[in-house]
């Protein structure tokens, strides 16, 4: 077990470094700079180049990457050209909404989808499975802008129960916030479910096919026992997976549903940063992302040991 | 007795309650689209900073009316000297800035100086270039020398880029403005809104409403929900591809009104073959203005034939010089000896105009035998290779400077074109302050540009704005970047 983790957490390590190198090097290629974005067409080209050194750009490469990575390494992440201000306060600002954002997508998108895999699997080939499945076919082609505008026009426009869009804030309170991140939480977690849903019941009819489910049954095991105990849990490692990249998406890959929802979450911060060639924003962003996800990944894997006792044995 | 007091209290009651039916709202959410960088005006270039601050926290000596014109603001007179080089402000007395320090002529010089220092990053540092000194007569009074004489500096005086700042705040301006305008910044949350409340002790004329709150929303598709489910109600820069589903909805007012942004296709006019007027000529005669404002701009918009708004008091229409003529273009390519057509490319921002526009220009031009290979880029981008490194064959841009025909006598602009001629007639312009010779000269510098087909000119963008049918006194057009609330009130 030990080893198992030591060996996940060098992987980490090196994953993280080699992504900080091709991050910075991909935004350094891109054309465009973001003092002449600043101050637009009027200027002159002095004047640019004065901003340029006030924002620390004429620097040398190597310079710049090594003063970048080391902050990182002692978790400062630098100062946004644009905005002048923290880039970590960027993000925490962010993450306000983009955290609880993807925690409720994906508890609701679990709350669905793991019942009606199940449902589907052990009904399989009857009505119920081919109806289930079937919505969980349209759930993935429906386009989520599309399905975020309609629930916009049935639950803001006519309704009027939740708001079109926006985010108050935490501040005046937590149901104003909730409420304001109830429909993009829906329009994200549909989509998600029907993967879920779909992963959830192929998984688990695999492993009803397996010997040790007859045999369980075969010695009196009621049928829902097996299904739960042996089948379920069994099932899970490729579910664990699929969830674990879903909550990485969820986490910075909504930006279509934040700009429908006009909310000011993690994925328009990278996307704003990105026109605005506030490179420092973006190149810390993306380091952060990166961590998240390695750390999403090691969790899981961490998570297998734990439905899986085999892997915990393992060197 | 009893009766009368019943029938008193009854009119009472229901005269309160009259008033309060009466008494109108105060508050309004504003949906703009694009999130400025930070809030200060006097340090970016970005038009989003001066929507959301311009007349509302921060005022100039001057200020730009609704339709252009140049107004008194902080400096209530002024007088000019003969030689039309010494500006003598008289201030407003008793304005404060909104952390309570006094406006006074020292801030004046203060501002003025700090935008024209050498280590300025004004994005239109250009509008202080004439200005030699500025000198403190008396709180009230401050005198501005200039080394020659300006004809548009009371107007320069009144852009977004030169309002009045004091010393304690100018260096937090970007995080927390401090103005002396009727609205005082209170929020700022990331991403999301920018919130101005009114403040109390302003020294003009009061405004109707006690809080404003910009909202940013990037995605044109959630304009209109946002505005029937009354989340925000007004779009000032509406997208003009959703106003079939609010214009006939009797709840709404659509205005549209006028830019200062012209709309043109950029020609390198260096780059062979585009040095060649003829060619430049073609270009003009191939374009068909109607389908594009028709295609790129639903049909909004009017057409230009120089680079100057047609709501423009100096504009002359110079539209009919280059009718759309396939014909004429091919006989002028002929001439060029390009009768076989070349091949160039047409490099496209992101924003509708140009990307639709491009599509349809390139099929005109395609007509008339010249391909043109679309390569589509980003603003950062487009700054980067077409304006800075002048890489580019053609491009589509909207110039939304106001009064901004003199950039084609710039050294080194990126439509690479030189003519001594011009350059004389816009050097005369800045040294002269007489309307009638400046419209004149203004006349004279639209006829080279349309003489020499130095872009092809399509059209002035258009302002649209939706809001509210109960909601007056906001800008029908843009004469400057700025989004004016000072006037601004709901009805009833």
């Known amino acids: ?190 989509p998600q479910a029907a993967i879920l849903a779909r992963v959830t019941r192929s998984a688990l009819i695999e492993v009803l096919n397996e010997d040790y489910i007859r045999t369980a049954r075969a010695k009196g095991l009621p049928y829902r026992a097996v299904l739960w105990r042996h089948a379920l849990r069994n099932a899970m490692i490729p579910v664990l997976t699929i969830l674990g990249l879903q909550f990485a998406f969820l986490l910075a890959g909504t930006i279509i549903i934040e700009n429908v929802f006009y909310l000011p979450g993690l994925g328009r911060l990278v996307f704003q940063a990105i026109t605005q060639r506030d490179l420092i924003v973006v190149e810390s962003v993306v380091m952060l992302l990166v961590a998240a996800v390695i750390a999403v990944n090691l969790l899981v894997d961490l998570s297998y040991a734990v439905v899986d006792p085999r892997l915990r044995s393992r060197p | 007795m009893r009766l009368w007091k019943t029938i008193l209290a009854a009119a009472v009651l229901s005269m309160a309650a009259g008033n309060q039916a009466l008494a109108a709202r105060t508050d309004l959410v504003i949906g703009i689209p694009l999130e400025p960088p930070h809030l200060d005006p006097t340090a970016g270039a970005a038009a989003a900073i001066k929507e959301v601050l311009y007349a509302n926290v921060f005022e100039g000596l001057t200020r730009i009316g609704q339709n252009g014109e140049v107004l008194p603001d902080l400096a209530e007179s002024w007088t000019i000297s003969d030689d039309g080089k010494v500006y003598t402000f008289k201030l407003h007395t008793g304005v404060k800035f909104h952390d309570g320090a006094d406006f006074s002529a020292d801030d004046v010089k203060f501002s003025l100086d700090r935008a024209r220092a050498d ?261 950062a981008q487009w700054l980067d290779q077409v304006f800075t490194k002048k890489d580019y064959d053609l491009t589509i841009v909207s110039h939304t400077e106001p009064n901004d025909i003199d950039i084609y006598s710039r050294k080194d602009y990126y439509f690479n074109y030189d003519n001594p001629t011009f350059d004389k007639v816009i050097a005369d312009l800045n040294l002269t302050s007489d309307e009638a010779k400046r419209k004149e000269l203004l006349g004279e510098a639209q006829k080279i540009l349309a003489d020499d087909a130095v872009v092809g000119f399509l059209y002035e963008l258009p302002k649209v704005g939706v809001w509210d049918a109960k909601l007056q006194g906001l800008w029908e057009n843009a004469p400057i970047q700025a989004n004016d609330l000072t006037k601004v009130k709901w009805s009833e």
Not at chain 1, 135 to 147: M, T
Not at chain 2, 322 to 349: I, M, Q, R, S, W
């Open chain 2, 119 to 379: 280590n300025s990053v004004n994005a239109q540092k250009g509008l202080f270039a004439a200005i030699d000194k500025v000198d403190v007569i008396d709180p009230a009074t401050v005198k501005v020398t200039l080394k020659n004489p300006q004809g548009s500096f009371l107007y320069n005086m009144g852009w977004g880029d030169a309002v009045m700042v004091s010393p304690k705040s100018a260096d937090t301006n970007k995080e927390n403005p401090v103005g002396t305008g009727p609205f005082k910044f209170q929020n700022w949350a990331k991403g999301s809104s920018i919130t101005l409340v009114k403040s109390d002790h302003y020294w003009g004329a009061p405004v109707f409403l006690d809080k404003v709150e910009f909202r940013i929303v990037p995605d044109a598709a959630a304009y209109v929900p946002a505005l029937l489910s009354g989340d925000i109600q007004a779009f000032p820069f509406f997208d003009p591809d959703s106003l079939a589903q609010v214009k006939d909805d009797p709840r709404f007012k659509v205005v549209i009104g006028s830019t200062e942004g012209e709309t043109i296709l950029s020609i390198n006019n260096k780059k062979p073959p585009f040095d060649k007027l003829q060619v430049r000529q073609a270009i003009s005669y191939a374009l068909d203005r109607k389908a594009i404002i028709d295609g790129a701009s639903a049909g909004l918009g009017l057409p230009i034939g120089s680079h100057m708004s047609p709501a423009n008091k100096d504009y002359v229409d110079l539209t009919g010089l280059y009718p759309h003529n396939v014909d004429k273009a091919k006989e002028l390519l002929k001439e060029a000896g390009l009768e076989n057509g070349f091949k160039a490319t047409l490099k496209l921002p992101p924003p509708s105009y140009a990307r639709l526009g491009g599509e349809i220009i390139a099929s005109e031009l395609r007509d008339v035998g010249i391909n043109l290979e679309i390569i589509p880029v980003e603003w």
């Open chain 1, 1 to 190: 077990m030990t080893v198992y983790l030591l060996k996940r957490l060098a992987i980490a390590l090196a994953t993280l470094v080699l992504a900080s190198i091709v991050v910075f090097a991909v935004l350094e290629i891109l054309p465009g700079d973001p003092a002449r974005l600043m101050l637009g067409m009027n200027a002159s080209a002095d004047q640019v180049e004065l901003l340029r050194n006030q924002m620390g750009l004429n620097a040398p490469l190597l310079l710049r990457y090594l003063h970048w990575a080391g902050g990182l390494a002692s978790l400062d992440f630098g100062r946004s050209y644009t905005y002048s201000v923290p880039v970590i306060d960027l993000v925490r600002e962010r993450l306000a909404v983009s955290l609880p954002l993807a925690l409720i997508a994906l508890a609701l998108s679990t709350l669905i989808a793991i019942p009606v895999g199940l449902y589907s699997a052990s009904r399989r080939g009857r009505v119920g499975d081919t109806v289930a499945m079937g919505a969980a076919q349209l759930g993935v082609a429906v386009p989520n802008f599309w399905f975020a505008l309609m629930l916009i026009y049935v639950f803001a426009v006519w309704l009027r129960l939740v708001p079109a869009g926006g985010f108050p804030g935490w501040g005046p309170g937590a149901w104003p916030a909730l409420k304001s991140l109830l429909l993009p939480a829906v329009a994200l977690a549909l």
